[in-house]
């Protein structure tokens, strides 16, 4: 696998800066550009003057870790440069020059993954822990790198497949000697790792917004004033505003900061008879918003009740107009206090489960969810006696499970995906 470099540590100016060379010919690299320097100290921090085809760079620390001890499992040199932007570069281009690539985002992390150094689970947490906002992120990331969650979905894993052949056996030999105490006892079993699965998935639902900005929508019927509370949430005149009804037609988002993370604010089209093509398609549009969005929140103006999706937060506008509602995007009433229920809505407080650890990415949180659903629809199988269904959905709990961690050999498209959301240098 040939040899890639990136640095480490960011493009902006710091003090100091990593460039990280991986690949099985890293060593003879990292010599090039260090007066053919023999690398046989591993793990030490050695002084070495690194120059390029032009002349000396940087007086520098280099160490070197000899593969398998190794985070991606091969040869590396890593070089604690001063952090001039353009020295970091000119190092990156003289490792190029002598025969490595420029890493892809995520790269190294896929390396170590596909060398067995870690799974699936352990990969994510640690783009969560490079990306995390907040110390409790952080902290809550470290906690996935630990691996707590991979080893539950593999205890779990294995408990469902011996539940499995111990069905499939009954099936292929003598399904008319599973007595009631073998069924209620497979049945007990098979409810304690439903209910563990939901547990851990409920738990992923409280725990994603600290990792993937969740994304909160705007809707209700037209003249709510969805628009001009979109605008003071977010500071600025982002959205269009008129007292004419139906004048958003398409929907915007932006970033918003809240006092505990981030979001995803969406506003989107009112609802009501469309007048047009045009903007009815703005409506189509708003409604499957809805169901993309983590949160829901449901503006009424003066006079209006029209019922709010399931579990959607239901707000007052216009206060200036309607001394029952709760805000006014026009003389600012209210704004501040609505965008602390948010934050404190969506980002409750989280601990790492002792048992499952903590979830950091949406894929996680689906399979989870899979696993749980397809073990709930086994033991409905076991209560009715069908067998031959309570098999198939073991089988298929098992296979989200596999998949979670990357026991399933997944296929290169997802590890594309997977991968290309990291940063570049991890």
């Given at each position: ?39 046989k ?50 190092v ?5 020059a ?18 067995g ?8 947490a640690i ?18 790198v ?16 011996v539940?499995?052949?111990?069905i ?31 547990k851990?998935?409920?738990l992923?639902?409280?725990s ?14 037209v ?7 979109f605008n003071a949430?977010?500071g ?17 988002e ?14 989107s ?16 549009r708003?409604?499957a918003?809805?169901?993309e ?8 103006g ?36 609505l ?11 989280v601990?790492?489960?002792s048992?499952?650890?903590v ?9 989870l969810?899979a ?10 199988a ?17 296979e ?9 050999e ?5 590890l ?11």
């Amino acid at each position: 696998m040939n040899s890639i470099v990136a640095c480490a540590t960011g493009e902006e100016a710091s003090a100091l800066a990593v460039v990280r060379l991986s690949g099985s010919d890293a060593f003879s690299i990292a010599a090039k550009l260090s007066a053919e320097h023999e690398f046989k100290k591993f793990r030490q921090l050695e002084l070495l003057l690194v120059s390029d085809s032009s002349g000396p760079l940087d007086r520098c620390l280099v160490v070197a870790f000899e593969g398998p001890r190794s985070f991606t499992g091969e040869d590396v040199v890593e070089f604690h440069l001063h952090g001039g932007p353009g020295l970091v570069e000119a190092v990156v281009q003289a490792c190029i020059a002598a025969g490595a690539r420029r890493a892809e985002p995520g790269e190294y992390t896929r390396r170590a993954y596909l060398a067995g150094k870690l799974d699936l689970v352990e990969a994510e947490a640690i783009a969560a822990r490079a990306g995390a906002a907040t110390a409790r992120a952080a902290r809550l990331a470290e906690a996935g790198v630990a691996g707590r969650l991979s080893e539950f979905c593999r205890n779990i894993e294995v408990e469902l497949t011996v539940l499995r052949a111990g069905i499939e056996a009954w099936l292929d030999f003598a399904p008319e000697e599973l007595r009631a105490e073998d069924q209620a006892k497979l049945v007990e079993r098979l409810g304690g790792c439903a209910k563990r699965l939901q547990k851990a998935s409920d738990l992923a639902q409280r725990s994603l917004p600290l990792f993937e900005a969740p994304i909160v929508l705007l809707a209700g019927p037209v003249n709510a004033g969805k628009s001009s509370l979109f605008n003071a949430l977010v500071g600025s005149e982002r959205a269009l505003v008129s007292a004419e009804a139906g004048t958003t037609r398409d929907w915007i988002e932006v970033d918003l900061a809240l006092p505990a993370g981030r979001i995803r604010l969406r506003d989107s089209a009112g609802l009501r008879v469309a007048a047009g093509a045009v903007e009815a398609a703005g409506i189509e549009r708003a409604l499957a918003l809805q169901n993309e969005a983590d949160l829901v929140l449901w503006c009424l103006g003066p006079g209006q009740n029209d019922e709010p999706p399931e579990a959607a937060l239901c707000i007052r506008t216009q206060a200036d107009l309607d001394p029952s509602a709760r805000v006014s995007a026009t003389t600012g009433v209210g704004i501040e206090e609505l965008l602390q229920t948010l934050s404190e809505h969506i980002f409750r407080q989280v601990a790492a489960d002792s048992e499952t650890g903590v979830i950091t990415s949406r894929r996680q949180m689906q399979l989870l969810s899979a696993a749980a659903e397809r073990c709930f629809s086994a033991l409905q199988a076991m209560n009715d006696s069908a067998l031959e269904f309570a098999a198939s959905d073991l089988r298929g709990a098992a296979e989200a499970l596999a998949e979670l961690t990357g026991t399933q050999e997944p296929d290169e498209l997802m590890l594309d995906a997977l991968f290309s959301q990291f940063c570049l240098g991890k």
